[in-house]
């Protein structure tokens, strides 16, 4: 007789054996950059050669769909329908990943080679996010292989642009919403609040990239004969960043400053923790917002990259322009379409006219947010405490940023993200890595919350 424990089991035995690294390595080494364009046909190779073998063993023929953004890479989607009667799982995951950093990884690593070393395994895409949608598709299996049926409807997609800004991504779910009709939206991406405890969360911040120029002249000019007599493009660049926080980090823009944190998403909030990456400066950011408040509740900005002159040789002459790479992550309460005007607008106010705003080439993310207390999530809370013997962390939005809207918006979806990964896995960045204990505890929730849903049938909502 078929049994959650022994589900549950079987996902622990996939790791257990060695089977899921196995999997895993050969995940990892397709090189999807799709930062990179020359690495385009890897995108193909990951749907067709590494995802499909997957999704047969849930008796799923997955079909790969064009990007109709020449900019985006293609959509590979599967789907099983057991019985209409049944309620409709879609899961998500992103194949792509960002650019190797291939020299800058430790020494006896390599970015497209899984390594283990103790608690660690590396590679890119480990966490982010090829390693996250292995363990659910790994738990359907184990579900599936159980029950000999899964209990209820599922669907799959997997795309290839998720690091370039998911092009492509809304227009093709506005294309084929039938295709993807479904009752939620079950997925994994982004850490854990701590390593040890689940996480769940219902939406993501958004996320809007732009450079900010001051162009003067061409070239340089020497700083002795031209010193105090032309305006320095980096000091006008300087100030002008100046003005849109203050020396803390508190955001100066009127518009930048959301609506949205309200007492109750306070109060869910309220002294979370947040772990496993660098030390906090807690006096960095908003005033009267702890640090989990003002990483999933409240906007923030950054430059990520500045530059003027030469930096790796600097010379002594005045430079003609400076440029500096901007974000503002935001929640929802921030009114996306005014985000680049209100910036105009400031800019102008304080005097820095002569800097130009440059929109991201890149599609940039929407804010979105459910209900904490919706019923989908109370019912994968319940089953993640069950399985785990923890009460999960449960947080409105992740503060980093995800193509949530097409879900939500779009399809009109529920939708509940459970991280496998943990804030110090250093995604984005060399010595990118899963956690062990993460991923069997990845392994042993998700097949015990995919029984669970199997069970209830209709009756979760």
Request: glycine share 8%.
């Amino acid at each position: 007789m078929a049994t959650r424990e022994a589900t549950i089991k079987r996902a622990e035995n996939y790791f257990d054996n060695g089977q899921f690294l196995t999997d895993l390595e050969r995940l990892i080494a397709v090189e999807t950059e799709s930062q990179n364009p020359d690495q385009h046909t890897e995108l193909y190779r990951y749907l067709r050669e590494e995802i499909t073998p997957l999704l047969d063993k849930l008796g799923i023929k997955g079909h790969i769909y064009e990007n109709p953004d020449p900019a985006g890479g293609p959509f590979l989607i599967g789907e099983r329908l057991e019985s209409p009667d049944l309620p409709t799982v879609l899961t998500y995951g992103h194949g792509d990943v960002i650019r190797a950093q291939t020299d800058q990884w430790q020494e006896g690593l390599h970015p497209f080679e899984v390594e283990t070393k103790g608690e660690k395994i590396y590679g890119r895409g480990t966490a982010d996010n090829k390693g996250q949608h292995l363990i659910n598709l790994a738990a359907l299996t184990c579900l599936l292989e159980e029950r000999r049926a899964l209990g209820f409807n599922l669907k799959v997609i997997i795309e290839t642009s998720e690091e370039t800004g998911s092009a492509g991504l809304a227009q093709f779910f506005e294309s084929h919403k039938d295709l993807l009709k479904a009752d939620v939206l079950i997925a994994s991406d982004g850490p854990r609040l701590q390593s040890d405890t689940p996480t769940l969360f219902m939406g993501t911040r958004g996320a809007i990239n732009f450079d900010l120029a001051v162009n003067l002249r061409n070239g340089a000019n020497h700083s002795g004969n031209w010193g105090g007599l032309l305006a320095d493009p980096a000091i006008i660049l300087s100030h002008a960043i100046s003005t849109i926080t203050d020396a803390k980090g508190q955001i100066q823009i009127p518009e930048w400053r959301p609506s949205s944190l309200t007492d109750d998403i306070k109060n869910t909030l309220k002294d979370l923790p947040i772990d496993g990456g660098p030390e906090i400066n807690h006096d960095w950011g908003e005033e009267g917002l702890d640090p989990a408040q003002r990483a999933f509740g409240w906007n923030s900005f950054a430059v990520l990259a500045m530059k003027s002159g030469i930096p790796e040789a600097p010379v002594n002459a005045i430079a003609g322009h400076a440029n500096a790479h901007c974000q503002l992550r935001f929640v929802v309460g921030t009114d996306t379409d005014d985000i680049l005007p209100a910036l105009r607008r400031h800019l102008d106010k304080s005097g820095f006219s002569s800097v130009e705003i440059i929109p991201s080439k890149e599609a940039f993310f929407h804010a979105t947010r459910l209900d904490p207390d919706h019923p989908w999530v109370n019912f994968a809370a319940k089953s993640i405490q069950k399985t785990s013997g923890k009460s999960p962390h449960i947080l409105p939005n992740l503060a980093g940023s995800l193509p949530n809207e097409t879900f939500s918006e779009i399809l009109g979806l529920p939708t509940v993200w459970v991280p496998h990964s943990y804030g110090g896995c250093s995604q984005h960045a060399p010595n990118e890595h899963l956690l062990k204990s993460i991923v069997k505890d990845g392994l042993r929730n998700m097949a015990g919350l995919f029984w669970d849903i199997a069970e209830a049938g209709k009756n979760i909502n």
